[in-house]
C-alpha cells in the first residue's frame, strides 16, 4: 500500500475537473463555430436581396412608371419576391422610388432601398 501512495500522476478527480474544463471550451468553440456559419449566410442573404431590390430600382428609373408593381425573380437559385413603389416627388423630375425584397424561404432576409432616381423622359 505504501507503493501507491507514493506515485506521481492524477487522481480521478482531477481527471474529472480537467475532463470538464476541456468539455466547456469544446462547446463554446463549437458555439463560435455555428455563430460563424450564421453569420456567414446572414450576410449572403442580405447581399443577393440588395442585388435584386437595386435591379428593381434601376428599371423603375428606366422609366417604367408611376404606381406600384410585385413580382418574384429568382437570383442565385433562389426565389425572391419584390415590391415597388415609384412617387413623384415636389421636385420636377425627381422620383421617389421604394423597393422591398424578402426572400421566399427566409423572411429575416428582408431588404429595403429607397432612393430618388431622375425620371428618364
Known amino acids: 500500500m505504501d507503493d501507491l501512495m507514493g506515485r506521481d500522476g492524477f487522481s480521478l478527480i482531477e481527471m474529472l475537473v480537467a475532463m470538464a474544463v476541456f468539455a466547456l ?25 440588395g442585388i435584386v431590390a437595386d435591379n428593381i430600382a434601376a428599371e423603375a428609373v428606366l422609366g417604367l412608371g408611376d404606381g406600384s408593381e410585385e413580382g418574384r425573380v429568382i437570383l ?20 421617389r422610388v421604394e423597393v422591398r425584397v424578402v426572400a421566399e424561404e427566409n423572411e429575416e432576409a428582408a431588404r429595403r432601398v429607397v432612393f430618388a432616381g431622375a425620371q428618364g423622359r
Do not use: K, Y
Open 76 to 95: 442565385a437559385g433562389r426565389d425572391w419576391r419584390w415590391r415597388r413603389s415609384v412617387a413623384t416627388t415636389e421636385i420636377p423630375n425627381l422620383r
Open 25 to 49: 471550451a469544446a462547446m463554446a468553440l463549437l458555439n463560435l463555430s455555428g455563430e460563424s456559419v450564421r453569420s456567414a449566410a446572414r450576410v449572403q442573404d442580405r447581399t443577393l436581396g
